[in-house]
């Protein structure tokens, strides 16, 4: 079973606590990198707290709530190694775990609601990269990373 890292600010604490008990009950290995409390806190600081968990342990995805997802994702992608997809809908979920090889779920806890954010990390657990065709579009991401 793949690992997973997750964190979120304070605009989505409540929708972290409850993505970590519906994996939990799935019987997944969450770590919880925080905040634990509703007190006010920087997104970038716990996109980077994920990310650099997700680079280090090859094969973990990370899952990152802010208030939009956008944040998040935006912080996260500037970590070599990180290919972070803000989502709300769940065929872009599983697109961006086939086509992208996306290895951070990005959502946000005032765009959705609860039912949706557990169909997208379904989604998003469960979908395999396809790799072949995509898998040159991906190096070219890579290569990004060092200009
Ligand atoms: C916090 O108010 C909010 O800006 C943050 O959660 C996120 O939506 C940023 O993208």
Known sequence: M????IACD????????????????KGYDVDDLGPYTPDSVDYPEYAQKVCNE??????????????TGIGMSIAANKIKGIRAAAVSEVF???????HNDANVLCFGARVIGIETAKMLVDAF???????QRHQRRVDMITKLEEN
């Open 10 to 25: 304070h605009a989505a604490l409540h929708m972290k606590n409850d993505i970590i008990g519906y994996l939990n009950g």
């Open 54 to 67: 997700v680079v280090k342990d090859k094969g973990s995805l990370g899952m990152l709530i802010c208030g």
């Open 125 to 131: 657990i469960e979908t395999e990269y396809e790799g």
């Open 92 to 98: 872009s979920a599983t697109m961006t775990r086939k």
């Open 2 to 5: 793949k690992k997973i890292y």
